[in-house]
């Protein structure tokens, strides 16, 4: 089991920008693959970054290139979203989730466990 907690979420104005954590604690996280999901409200949940095991290897959602940045810190246990240039689309309950993969997934059902979630809210 891999129980994840998320912190950082908030409300910000329109170009602001936040810094999600997931503190990830029960095994060994250097063995997963880590992914940030986000729902927005009467929306699907969707697909937002991935970092593989060892950090060298990311991949982003079109919405999100070039404005967020997936990161990890495998001695702390932690994976972090900075999330920069924010739009009220971002809008959303964000999630991270680990997968016993070694590049990761932009697939949700790729991935075991999951974060409870921190909401975002971004104001025009």
């Known amino acids: 089991q891999v129980q994840l907690v998320e912190s950082g979420g908030g409300l910000v104005q329109a170009g602001g920008s936040l810094r999600l954590s997931c503190a990830a604690s029960g095994r060994t996280f250097s063995n997963y693959a880590m992914g940030w999901f986000r729902q927005a409200p009467g929306k699907e949940r969707e697909f937002v970054a991935r970092?593989?095991?060892?950090?060298?290897?990311?991949y982003y959602a079109d919405s999100v290139k070039g404005r967020f940045t997936i990161s990890r810190d495998n001695a702390k246990n932690t994976v972090y979203l900075q999330m920069n240039s924010l739009k009220p689309e971002d809008t959303a309950v964000y999630y991270c989730?680990?997968?016993?993969?070694?590049?990761?997934?932009?697939?949700?059902?790729?991935?075991?466990?999951w974060g409870q979630g921190t909401q975002v809210t971004v104001s025009p």
């Open positions: 989730a680990a997968a016993r993969l070694l590049i990761g997934s932009s697939r949700s059902d790729e991935y075991a466990y």
């Open positions: 970092i593989s095991r060892s950090g060298g290897n990311t």
